[in-house]
T-cell receptor
Framework: QQPVQSPQAVILREGEDAVINCSSSKALYSVHWYRQKHGEAPVFLMILLKGGEQKGHEKISASFNEKKQQSSLYLTASQLSYSGTYFCGTAKFQYGNQFYFGTGTSLTVIP | DSGVTQTPKHLITATGQRVTLRCSPRSGDLSVYWYQQSLDQGLQFLIQYYNGEERAKGNILERFSAQQFPDLHSELNLSSLELGDSALYFC?????????????FGSGTQLSVL
């Protein structure tokens, strides 16, 4: 039931790019992305709806391929502030019940 | 500040005991979710309430129960505590209960069972 994310962890230098993938064995009706910094609560980044649209937040964007039941988060020109654990999330059912988060990807940006 | 309030921030108790975690959602939010996050683990969905009614259950143990009150605050009750229940418990709220509703998280309650 839980979406699977890859990679599990990634270390970047400032200015480098990264891609985080989220895939589900079940149909995805929408995909959320959240970031959790160490010792803090997860914070909403963006929602992607059906239609393969891309959304952006700062230099972070994402895509959603509903046919492949996958979403990818793109971080470009990474900054130190991007460090944290990224979670994708999706509802089990179309009408929103049982909201599950993915396995998480730890991102560390170093100077 | 997300507007979601969780109390207490920290709780230390012994095995076999019972505790209650409290969550006040953002003003106007009708839906409350509870999640458990163990050390280096992801966010495990426990239960969801919407406007006072249980909407969905996830991986919630029978020793755990929750409710949402008429003023929309929610409580998560954990009983017969075991060492493995030690975790960070988050609640989140959203305006409604749809798939497109973004979740706002409280700062969590860190539960330590000794």
């Amino acid at each position: 039931q839980q979406p699977v994310q890859s990679p599990q962890a990634v270390i970047l230098r400032e200015g480098e790019d990264a891609v985080i993938n989220c895939s589900s064995s079940k149909a995805l009706y929408s995909v959320h992305w959240y970031r959790q910094k160490h010792g803090e609560a997860p914070v909403f980044l963006m929602i992607l709806l059906k239609g393969g649209e891309q959304k952006g937040h700062e230099k972070i964007s994402a895509s959603f391929n509903e046919k492949k039941q996958q979403s990818s988060l793109y971080l470009t020109a990474s900054q130190l502030s991007y460090s944290g654990t990224y979670f994708c999330g999706t509802a089990k059912f179309q009408y929103g019940n049982q909201f599950y988060f993915g396995t998480g990807t730890s991102l560390t940006v170093i100077p | 500040d997300s507007g979601v309030t969780q109390t207490p921030k920290h709780l230390i108790t012994a095995t076999g005991q019972r505790v209650t975690l409290r969550c006040s959602p953002r003003s106007g939010d009708l839906s409350v979710y509870w999640y458990q996050q163990s050390l280096d683990q992801g966010l495990q969905f426990l239960i969801q309430y919407y406007n006072g009614e249980e909407r969905a259950k996830g991986n919630i143990l029978e020793r755990f129960s929750a409710q949402q009150f008429p003023d929309l605050h929610s409580e998560l009750n954990l009983s017969s505590l075991e060492l493995g229940d030690s975790a960070l418990y988050f609640c989140a709220s959203s305006v409604r209960a749809g798939q497109n509703e973004k979740l706002f998280f409280g700062s969590g309650t860190q539960l330590s069972v000794l």
